[in-house]
């Protein structure tokens, strides 16, 4: 959770920036929202996120960095599916070596939940899964695919500027072919709700060591992130290949200013991070 959290702030935030000198008090608030944290987990939190985001910044940023610059500088030419599919990995692999960092403090936080703040957590899931309904699975069919498509347009000119009505259209093509059964993706999210809950429960009643609340934890990482069977491992390889086609396939469809501001946007993604690595002494 902590760190779906983390990377969805930094990759998603319009101003890199802004965003990580933010994280502290966005990742407090967003736990806060899950698991209502008592005084002493806020205090847990406090001492322990800004030696995290200070570790990040130097160890995690640079590879994003580098990752960043090879990227804008393929974006001179339309991206190859497997260039796509790597996007999606380096966004995975940014988070899943992130989580290295967060691990002890997770673990100090897992071993003082509450019975109450588990039923939270449920409830807090309950509440979520509503508004995912909402936005993904009410209506006809066809209106669940407009919703979708209307997201990924959205995206997409949120990176390239304006698309125009053909362009609009190519892309409602691309997304009839590629886009996963929302169904499907709602059921794979309340089987890793399912997992952290069984986790959690696992943890308050075995009291097990520090040690064993790591393993248990990145274990936990793991599982959500590339799946915890065979089912639903090969359904993340399917989505990280069909979302990594979807990249590829839209960026065939850009004209060269679209594609010149794609790479501007990356640029200034680039300059934020350098700005926060070079911060040595505040973020």
């Known amino acids: 959770m902590l760190i779906i959290f983390f990377s969805s702030i930094l990759c998603s935030c319009s101003s890199f920036q802004l965003a990580y000198k933010q994280s502290d008090f966005l990742l407090k608030w967003w736990i806060d929202d899950y698991i209502d944290m008592s005084s002493d987990q806020v205090d847990l939190y406090d001492q322990a996120i800004p030696t995290i985001i200070k570790k990040h910044r130097l160890q995690e940023l640079p590879k994003a960095l580098q990752k960043l610059q090879l990227l804008r500088a393929k974006l001179d030419q339309p991206l190859r599916i497997e260039d796509g599919v790597m996007i999606v990995k380096d966004i995975k692999s940014f988070s899943r070596d992130s989580v290295d960092l967060l691990l002890d403090e997770a673990a100090n936080l897992a071993l003082t939940i509450q019975p109450k ?167």
């Open 117 to 283: 703040q588990i039923t939270y957590l449920e409830n807090a899931f309950v509440k979520s899964n509503k508004k995912f309904q909402s936005d993904y699975l009410k209506g006809s069919p066809e209106e669940q695919f407009d919703k979708r498509l209307e997201k990924v347009i959205e995206r997409t000119e949120s990176i390239c500027g304006d698309l125009n009505k053909t362009q609009k259209l190519q892309i409602r093509e691309i997304a009839k072919e590629y886009l996963l059964d929302m169904e499907i993706v709602y059921q794979t999210r309340l089987h890793k709700q399912q997992l952290i809950i069984k986790t959690l429960k696992k943890i308050l009643q075995d009291k097990p060591s520090s040690s064993q609340v790591k393993l248990m934890i990145n274990h936990l990482f793991n599982d959500i992130e590339y799946g915890s069977n065979d089912e639903q491992k090969e359904f993340e390889k399917k989505r990280d290949v069909n979302s990594g086609t979807v990249i590829a396939k839209i960026s065939e469809l850009l004209d060269d200013k679209q594609r010149k501001k794609s790479q501007l946007k990356i640029q200034s993604w680039e300059s934020d991070i350098k700005a926060l690595i070079q911060n040595k002494t505040k973020l």
